[in-house]
């Protein structure tokens, strides 16, 4: 009987993958497992190195990007264990992690999903869990009112910056950077939902999961490295600057708030997310005129947040 089905979704990160995936063969254990990775149709060799490297891997390739949704629930479909780890390919597994997570959830039959620590390669703590989003919440995160005061329960309250994160506790959602799903969770409220391309789509699920009666945990004596969050400036400019990116996060963003919260609260946030781009635009402008930064980081800048609120009017 298999306990555990990894599942890795890849695009383009063969060396990361690589990193992953001996992690996670030097940590099993004596866990019953599959490993599945699903390949979005990679240009660096990500399909070679796997099938060199890593033979007994269940490799799914794809003919082009179809998106994290969709290509776990290529993997979720044919995954016969009785637990499903959604795994980021940019993560290290530790020594001990994956016995601990199939044993909280084997001593908790009501846990649906477990998510756990997520830490960088300096053991700095990154968003592990959240509460559900709201409107406010989301609209707090783009004023920039969530990173000003993270620690509050007003303005902080979207990733639980005013925890420790130091306790188990019953969490509303856990990021699919690491999640560990119940199959008999995933059998009765369904796979993700695949009108997500990328973002918001492990929300959704552990929202269904929640308001189907099962429990999401969180567990911090269990970490998992995540390097994609490594460099703040990184991500940063990933999320705010690349255009697909950006795109992808406005349409998940809009669709999550019309299914769970109907049309209005969509309406509010295209609103008020471009005028909170506006007065951050006008930040810049300032920054510019009294020479704090130069003519190349203000055009960049201009035409970053110009693309952001174009995307956000625009988005579906």
């Known amino acids: 009987m298999v306990e555990l089905s990894i599942i890795i979704v890849n695009f383009n990160t063969k060396l990361l993958l690589k990193q992953c995936l001996e ?134 309250w979207y990733d639980m910056g005013y925890w420790d994160h130091c306790q188990t506790r019953k969490v509303d959602c856990v990021p699919g950077t690491s999640l560990l799903v119940r199959k008999k969770a995933v059998q009765e409220v369904g796979l993700l939902d695949e009108n997500y391309f990328m973002y918001f789509e492990d929300t959704d699920w552990c929202y269904r999961i929640t308001r189907a009666g099962w429990k999401v945990v969180f567990l911090p004596e269990v970490k998992v490295i995540h390097l994609g969050g490594a460099s703040a400036d990184r991500s940063n400019r990933g999320l705010l600057y690349d255009k697909t990116l950006t795109r992808e996060l406005f349409n998940s963003l809009f669709y999550y708030f019309r299914k769970f919260h109907g049309g209005f609260s969509v309406l509010i946030l295209k609103i008020f997310i471009p005028l909170s781009l506006i007065i951050r635009m006008l930040k810049w402008i300032f920054a510019y005129i009294f020479r704090q930064i130069d003519v190349k980081e203000f055009s960049y800048k201009m035409s970053s947040f110009y693309q952001m609120i174009k995307y956000c009017l625009t988005s579906r």
Do not use: W
């Not at 996670?24 to 019953?32: R, V």
């Not at 497992?33 to 390949?39: K, L, Q, R």
């Not at 846990?111 to 997520?118: D, E, I, Q, T, Y």
């Open 23 to 156: 992690s996670i063969y030097q940590n099993l254990d004596n866990i019953e497992h599959e490993i599945f990775v699903v390949d979005n149709n990679s240009k660096d060799g990500s399909p070679s190195m796997i099938k060199e490297n890593f033979p007994s891997v269940l490799l799914i390739e794809n003919k082009e990007n179809v998106g994290f949704a969709k290509a776990n629930n290529q993997a979720i479909q044919k995954a016969r264990g009785q637990y499903l780890l959604l795994l980021n390919s940019d993560t290290i597994i530790p020594a001990g992690t994956l016995t601990l997570m199939v044993n909280f959830m084997d001593l908790n039959p009501k846990a649906g999903a477990l998510g756990v620590k997520l830490v960088d390669r300096d053991s700095n703590l990154q968003t592990s869990c959240r509460h559900f989003p709201t409107v406010f919440t989301m609209l707090s995160q783009f004023f920039g009112l969530s990173s000003r005061f993270p620690k509050s329960k007003i303005f902080g």
